[in-house]
């Protein structure tokens, strides 16, 4: 356990629909960071936020948002999804807003839009 | 967006062989990292590299950052079952954008 919690584990949706994954970091850390992953596109940068903040964005397309809310914990909402949005989104978290030593991810929530 | 090719994409042997796996960019990075990932998981971190030439060992693990701070190696002797996993490895680039590469998936077979 890396004590990166995320849930669901699983999701099939539909096109179109709209889903909200969660995660809630490991204890003290500030700072988490949103990733997907697809087989042809890899581990790719969504989104970070640091104590609240957005700290740093990525590759996230315009339907995608995030939040990190006071106690920390962090959602991911996909909206308007396609089939191309299936894929394992991992959430990751450290200390600071800084990673120079790494990142500690998660189990990941596999999306799967049918 | 910073690229880093890893090699090779599938590495399929024996328990007891000795591999060679390569992340590759022509980027310069602050810092690489090396994770782990098995099904159903997320990535797990091996090692940091931080300095041009540096290496550092961890058991059966040999890693290694370029000079040049824009590749790094990672060898594995006498493999095991256990190895088995998709290997990613990451340049830190900036204060805090971490790059992936396109990982090389290892099987050992027993």
């Known amino acids: 356990d890396s004590g990166v919690t995320q849930t669901p584990k699983h999701l099939i949706t539909a096109t179109g629909q709209r889903v909200t994954l969660r995660c809630s970091p490991r204890?003290?850390?500030?700072?988490v960071y949103w990733y997907q992953q697809s087989l042809d596109q890899g581990l790719q940068f969504l989104i970070q936020y640091y104590n609240g903040e957005e700290r740093a964005k990525g590759n996230i397309l315009e339907r995608f948002s995030a939040q990190q809310f006071p106690d920390l914990h962090s959602e991911l909402n996909l909206s308007s999804l396609e089939l191309g949005d299936s894929a394992l989104y991992f959430c990751?978290?450290?200390?600071?807003?800084?990673?120079?030593?790494?990142?500690?991810f998660g189990s990941g929530t596999r999306l799967t839009v049918v | 967006t910073q690229l880093l090719e890893q090699s090779p994409q599938f590495l399929s042997i024996q328990e007891g062989e000795n591999l060679t796996v390569y992340c590759n960019s022509s980027s310069v990075f602050s810092s690489l990292q090396w994770y782990r990932q098995e099904p159903g998981e997320g990535p797990v971190l091996l090692v940091t590299v931080v300095t041009g030439g540096e290496v550092k060992k961890l058991k059966r693990l040999t890693f290694q950052f370029g000079d040049a701070r824009k590749d790094s190696s990672l060898h594995i002797t006498a493999a095991q079952p256990g190895d088995t996993g998709l290997y990613l490895c990451?340049?830190?680039?900036?204060?805090?954008?971490?790059?992936f590469g396109t990982g090389t998936r290892l099987t050992v077979i027993p």
């Open positions: 990751a978290s450290t200390r600071g807003d800084r990673a120079p030593d790494g990142y500690t």
């Open positions: 990451a340049g830190m680039a900036g204060a805090n954008n971490l790059f």
């Open positions: 204890s003290g850390d500030l700072s």
